[in-house]
């Protein structure tokens, strides 16, 4: 009996330390002071809101925490009855009340619970600071709370992203009740360029751009493409020219004429100067042939005349002598 006790303790104990956490997972998320011509409720009004995040991946069912915007709640003397009497209750019997995961639920304040189980009697002062303080079922633990600053009409203080810590005064257009504080939009390229340039200044000034750009990169490209192209030919004219033909052909002979010399000479030093006649004339007909080959360029076209002579004569004489 004994050991049942204190498992069924234990298990009651694990269920209310789980409980609390679920229950911190409970927010305001978002809360709008002064609504002129925003959110509406049901009857078509417009009124002072806030917003209550489940920040978890679980269902929980707020039905019976409270709400209230009375300081007066924290004084720890203060007896439950007493503290109750001064909050409002959310009440039971709203499926809406049954928040599932990462679930977002506006309530409507300064307003008459019998109207609907979303409208409470919280009040809110638009032209005073507000604290608003969210308790729980018990009326005793506080489960969250925040004070809101005096804001424009339309605009809203918010979470920076839900259950985050950090809060944001919103501008009216940017004001999320129901939905996520943050919201992440996809701009295409096509939308963003029509966005930034509506008119097409500055995309027509860059197309023009690049072409001209390329056209110019082209032009230089060519320009001394082309002047390489003259240079190479101007140099192969060069290069054919007769008188450089002629020079690099005289260069060759005249090498080759002095190493025939020089053999000459070796071959005389060798022979201690005999056949100097030799020689001499051997070199004599080498600078002939050089002189030739410099100053005369034959056309290599032969032509030959017929030349009488007695020589005919002669051997017919001789023929008959034989005879």
Same mark, same amino acid.
């Given at each position: 009996?004994?050991?049942?006790?204190? !498992?069924?303790?234990? @298990? $009651?104990?694990?269920?209310?330390?789980?409980?609390?956490?679920?229950?911190?997972?409970?927010? $305001?998320? &978002?809360?709008? /002071?002064?609504?002129?011509?925003?959110?509406?409720?049901?009857?078509?009004?417009?009124?002072?809101? @806030?917003?209550?995040?489940?920040?978890?991946?679980?269902?929980?069912?707020?039905?019976?925490?409270?709400?209230?915007?009375?300081?007066?709640?924290?004084?720890?003397?203060?007896?439950?009855?007493?503290?109750?009497? =001064?909050?409002?209750?959310?009440?039971?019997?709203?499926?809406?009340?049954?928040?599932?995961?990462?679930?977002?639920?506006?309530?409507?304040?300064?307003?008459?619970?019998?109207?609907?189980?979303?409208? !409470?009697?919280?009040?809110?002062?638009?032209?005073?600071?507000?604290?608003?303080?969210?308790?729980?079922?018990?009326?005793?633990?506080?489960?969250?709370?925040?004070?809101?600053?005096?804001?424009?009409?339309?605009?809203?203080?918010? =979470?920076?992203?839900?259950?985050?810590?950090?809060?944001?005064?919103?501008?009216?257009?940017?004001? /999320?009740?129901?939905?996520?504080?943050?919201?992440?939009?996809?701009?295409?390229?096509? *939308?963003? @360029?029509?966005? &930034?340039?509506?008119?097409?200044?500055?995309?027509?000034?860059?197309?023009?751009?690049?072409?001209?750009?390329?056209?110019?990169?082209?032009?230089?490209?060519?320009?001394?493409?082309?002047?390489?192209?003259?240079?190479?030919?101007?140099?192969?004219?060069?290069?054919?020219?007769?008188?450089?033909?002629?020079?690099?052909?005289?260069?060759?002979?005249?090498?080759?004429?002095?190493?025939?010399?020089?053999?000459?000479?070796?071959?005389?030093?060798?022979?201690?100067?005999?056949?100097?006649?030799?020689?001499? *004339?051997?070199?004599?007909?080498? @600078?002939?042939?050089?002189?030739?080959?410099?100053?005369?360029?034959?056309?290599?076209?032969? /032509?030959?005349?017929?030349?009488?002579?007695?020589?005919?004569?002669?051997?017919?004489?001789?023929?008959?002598?034989?005879?």
């Amino acid at each position: 009996m004994k050991k049942f006790r204190f !498992l069924l303790g234990v @298990l $009651l104990m694990c269920s209310g330390v789980t409980f609390g956490q679920m229950e911190k997972s409970i927010k $305001l998320n &978002e809360v709008q /002071t002064s609504n002129s011509a925003g959110l509406q409720d049901e009857y078509g009004r417009c009124e002072a809101w @806030l917003e209550i995040a489940n920040v978890s991946y679980s269902t929980y069912n707020i039905r019976g925490m409270y709400l209230t915007t009375d300081r007066s709640v924290l004084d720890a003397k203060m007896s439950v009855p007493e503290r109750v009497r =001064r909050m409002s209750i959310i009440p039971n019997g709203d499926s809406r009340t049954q928040m599932s995961a990462r679930q977002h639920l506006v309530f409507y304040c300064n307003s008459n619970p019998a109207q609907g189980a979303l409208h !409470l009697s919280v009040r809110i002062d638009p032209e005073h600071p507000t604290w608003i303080a969210l308790y729980n079922g018990n009326g005793v633990d506080l489960v969250d709370s925040v004070t809101v600053p005096v804001m424009a009409d339309g605009q809203s203080f918010a =979470r920076v992203k839900d259950g985050a810590r950090e809060w944001q005064v919103k501008p009216a257009d940017a004001v /999320t009740p129901g939905i996520s504080n943050y919201i992440q939009v996809s701009e295409s390229k096509i *939308a963003k @360029l029509k966005r &930034e340039d509506p008119h097409g200044f500055g995309i027509t000034i860059l197309s023009m751009g690049i072409v001209f750009f390329c056209l110019a990169l082209l032009f230089v490209f060519f320009y001394f493409f082309g002047l390489f192209m003259r240079h190479r030919s101007a140099a192969k004219k060069v290069a054919n020219i007769q008188p450089i033909k002629v020079g690099v052909k005289t260069v060759e002979k005249t090498v080759e004429i002095g190493h025939v010399a020089n053999n000459i000479l070796q071959d005389g030093l060798k022979t201690k100067g005999r056949d100097k006649e030799i020689y001499i *004339a051997v070199i004599s007909m080498a @600078l002939k042939q050089y002189q030739e080959d410099v100053h005369d360029v034959e056309s290599g076209i032969i /032509t030959i005349k017929p030349k009488h002579t007695d020589w005919n004569g002669e051997y017919i004489q001789m023929t008959q002598f034989h005879e």
